[in-house]
């Protein structure tokens, strides 16, 4: 998922010349499976490989290094990551230079970050490539769908991120609310108390982060954009963050984008809760905290039983001069040892089929995640962040954040973005 929370790590620090390093990553059997892959005879140099990424956690790097440990181990070949571009306009034109190979963007950015300028687009549509046709049969049509602009396959999915997720700590929450009504009663019970002790829900400033927590909030009926009539629902949602605010039911992190703070409340045991995309659990987990045991994560009130996806995706550059090597990163990262270990360190799902779901990954937590995707792409409840919030929503709760709004103003101009998608 690409978020505003800085590029703290220099990813230019992440330059890997993978022929460095060991080829078995350690996570779920993700590692190498030997040989050489198809690039390059035994006294060949395959190359460089230029990635271009906005990760720069610890989870979202370990995430990527089992990936780029898999593809050096069959191919030999040495990486680069370099640091991705902030903003749209400086993104597009990172990706209008020729000088990348493999490029992460976010799904519903992809028809603007790869416009060539010309009418065309600078990804490779991958459907021209047959050595990755068993790669992309097995990731779910409904992903393929989301990916594919004007007839082309812009990228295969790498993970999806749920982002209607509820982490809560087990010894300060040992049951979640699974309603509005419940959630409402944890700020109403810790008024009643005195306002003493961890607060009910954590939170960090930014416009998106507040997105983030009402979307959480919704059926999946508005999400889908089936729902004739979704005021009701926004401003069910809306008045819940409002009555958070007015009570001072949440932790607040110091820092704007501080979704990192506010996950690291919970182990501080500030906060017992905190309703963010599941990359918050890769970062919980990468701090040593262990799930099913210290925290659980669930769907959030009011979206229990959907599963809101966005997809974290990779392009191939089709001018690349190593595009034979990009398309082999591809396979690989296709594979479903690499996603299940790629998804184990970062908190995420894959969005492919799995022969053996119950085999595939040793985090509990994560095959039920899977689970529920599956069974949401089967029922329709799995339902990928629509533009018109992913991209508008964060923009609309500026003005309930700051109280120049009433929850009934801001759910009439969701309503009205809603309308217009």
Not at 121 to 140: C, D, I, K, Q, R
Not at 231 to 239: D, K, N, R, S, Y
Not at 247 to 276: K, Y
Not at 321 to 333: G, M
Request: charged share 15%; net charge negative; aromatic share 8%.
């Amino acid at each position: 998922m690409l978020r505003n929370a800085g590029l703290g790590v220099c990813l230019a620090a992440l330059c890997v010349n993978m022929g460095c390093s060991g080829g078995d990553p350690g996570v779920d059997g993700a590692g190498a499976t030997g040989g050489t892959g198809g690039t390059g005879g035994a006294n060949e140099d395959p190359g460089v490989l230029k990635v271009a990424s906005s990760w720069s956690s610890a989870s979202e790097q370990e995430a990527l290094q089992v990936t780029l440990a898999a593809f050096q181990a069959q191919t030999g070949a040495t990486v680069e990551v370099v640091a991705l571009a902030q903003g749209q306009a400086a993104r597009t034109a990172q990706f209008q230079d020729q000088d990348w190979d493999v490029g992460q963007e976010n799904f519903y950015n992809l028809v603007n970050s790869f416009d060539d300028g010309n009418g065309g687009y600078t990804a490779l549509n991958l459907s021209t490539a047959p050595e990755l046709s068993e790669g992309l049969a097995a990731v779910f049509p409904q992903v393929v769908n989301n990916l594919t602009a004007d007839g082309q396959v812009m990228g295969f999915p790498m993970n999806l991120h749920r982002e209607n997720t509820l982490h809560y700590s087990k010894a300060l929450m040992p049951n979640p609310p699974t309603t509005l009504t419940a959630l409402t009663q944890v700020c109403d019970d810790y008024v009643a108390g005195g306002k003493t002790g961890p607060k009910p829900l954590a939170l960090a400033p930014a416009d998106w982060v507040y997105r983030i927590l009402l979307q959480g909030l919704l059926p999946v009926s508005v999400l889908d954009g089936s729902d004739t009539d979704p005021t009701p629902h926004f401003l069910a949602a809306l008045e819940l963050i409002a009555h958070y605010q007015d009570n001072d039911c949440f932790w607040v992190a110091p820092s704007e984008h501080g979704w990192t703070e506010a996950a690291q409340a919970l182990i501080d045991g500030e906060a017992r809760m905190f309703i963010h995309g599941d990359w918050a659990k890769g970062y919980l987990v990468q701090l040593g905290w262990r799930p099913g045991i210290d925290f659980d994560v669930v769907p959030s009130p009011g979206s229990s039983g959907a599963f809101y996806y966005g997809v974290d995706v990779f392009a191939l550059n089709k001018t690349s001069p190593q595009l034979d090597l990009a398309i082999e990163f591809a396979r690989i990262a296709l594979s479903s040892a690499v996603q299940a270990g790629f998804s184990t360190k970062k908190g995420s799902t894959p969005g492919m089929m799995f022969d053996d779901p119950s085999t595939a990954f040793a985090d509990s937590s994560l095959r039920a995640a899977y689970g529920q995707l599956s069974s949401g792409m089967d029922t329709g409840s799995a339902v990928p962040v629509p533009p018109w919030i992913g991209n508008h929503g964060g923009a609309l709760m500026v003005t309930l954040r700051d109280g120049t709004k009433t929850p009934t103003q801001v759910a009439a101009d969701f309503t009205e973005i809603y309308l217009a998608r």
